[in-house]
C-alpha cells in the first residue's frame, strides 16, 4: 500500500508538473478597440502573433460602448479609444491602468460621398451648406452624442456654421463604421467618418476634409486594463514599434509617439 500511494503521489507530482505552465500561462490577449482601427490593427495583431505566438480576441466598436462594457466587467486587457474623453471616463472609473496610457495616433475627419455620386471636390470652409448639399437625401456619421466621430463632426460643423441646417438630414450610426457602409450602400448620400475609414472601403470616395482647426485634435490613446494579464505590456510595447508604426501609417493614421525600435 505504501509502494502504490508513493507512486500515485509521483504521478501527481509529475502530472501537475505537466499541465501547471498550461494552466498558468494564457497565450491570449483581449484588446477593446474603436472601430474605425479595425484593419490596421488586425494586421498588427497578426503580425505579433507570428512573432510571438500570442493570440488575439478583440471587439470593435464605438469607444463609448466598449468603455462602457469594460466598466461592467467585460474581460478585456487593453482599450483602444478613438478619442480622449472615453479614455478619460475609464479613468475616472479606475478600470484602466493610468500608467500604461499613451496618446498613440492622429487622424482627421472627411466627407465621403458613394462612389459613383455626382457631388465631387467640396471646399469646407467657414459658411459652407452641407444641408444643401445633402439635398433631400441623408448625411452619416457616428452618434453625435458618444461616438468620438459623430463628436468630432458636429463640433466641426458647429464651428463652421454648418450643424444648425443639416442635422435634420443626419443618420446617427452607432460606429464611425456603420456610417461608412451607409455611405457604401447609397443609404446616404454623404457621410462624415474618419480619413483612414474612407481609405479601406471602394464603395465611398471622398469629397472633402474638414481643417484640422475646426474640431478637437483627433488622439487615439492606448492602455492597458485594471484586470490586464502578464504579457499585455509587451504588446502595448510592440504597437509604440517601428513595426506597427509602418503599419498604422500605411492606413493613414499619425504616430504620434517616438518609435520603439
Do not use: C
Not at 2 to 13: C, E, K, Q, V
Not at 91 to 105: D, F, G, M, Q, W
Not at 108 to 119: G, H, M, N, T
Not at 124 to 135: E, R, S, T, V
Request: aromatic letters at 8%.
Amino acid at each position: 500500500m505504501i509502494r502504490i500511494a508513493g507512486l500515485f503521489t509521483a504521478f501527481l507530482i509529475v502530472a501537475g508538473a505537466g499541465l501547471s505552465p498550461a494552466a498558468a500561462e494564457d497565450k491570449t490577449i483581449t484588446v477593446f478597440a474603436a472601430a474605425s482601427m479595425k484593419n490596421a490593427l488586425d494586421e498588427i495583431d497578426a503580425a505579433y502573433t507570428a512573432k510571438t505566438g500570442v493570440k488575439f480576441s478583440v471587439s470593435y466598436a464605438a469607444s463609448s460602448v466598449l468603455a462602457k462594457q469594460i466598466e461592467q466587467g467585460a474581460p478585456a486587457d487593453v482599450f483602444v479609444s478613438a478619442d480622449t474623453d472615453w479614455m478619460d471616463y475609464a479613468t475616472a472609473k479606475k478600470t484602466i491602468n493610468e500608467s500604461t496610457r499613451v496618446n498613440l495616433l492622429g487622424n482627421s475627419i472627411v466627407l465621403i460621398a458613394p462612389k459613383d455620386s455626382k457631388i465631387d471636390n467640396v471646399s469646407i470652409a467657414q459658411g459652407f451648406d452641407l444641408a444643401k448639399l445633402a439635398g433631400d437625401g441623408r448625411i452619416a456619421t457616428g452618434d453625435v452624442k458618444s461616438v468620438p466621430a459623430g463628436k468630432y463632426a458636429k463640433a466641426a460643423l458647429e464651428k463652421l456654421g454648418a450643424w444648425q441646417a443639416a442635422e435634420p438630414k443626419f443618420a446617427m450610426a452607432e460606429s464611425v463604421r456603420a456610417a461608412l457602409t451607409l455611405v457604401a450602400r447609397g443609404e446616404a448620400v454623404l457621410g462624415i467618418v474618419y480619413s483612414t475609414d474612407a481609405k479601406v472601403e471602394p464603395g465611398v470616395k471622398i469629397v472633402g476634409t474638414f481643417p484640422a482647426d475646426s474640431h478637437p485634435a483627433i488622439i487615439y490613446p492606448v492602455a492597458a486594463t485594471a484586470t490586464a494579464k502578464d504579457g499585455t505590456s509587451d504588446y502595448l510595447a510592440f504597437l509604440r514599434s517601428t513595426a506597427a508604426k509602418t503599419i498604422l501609417e500605411k492606413y493613414g493614421f499619425k504616430f504620434l509617439v517616438s518609435p520603439t525600435t
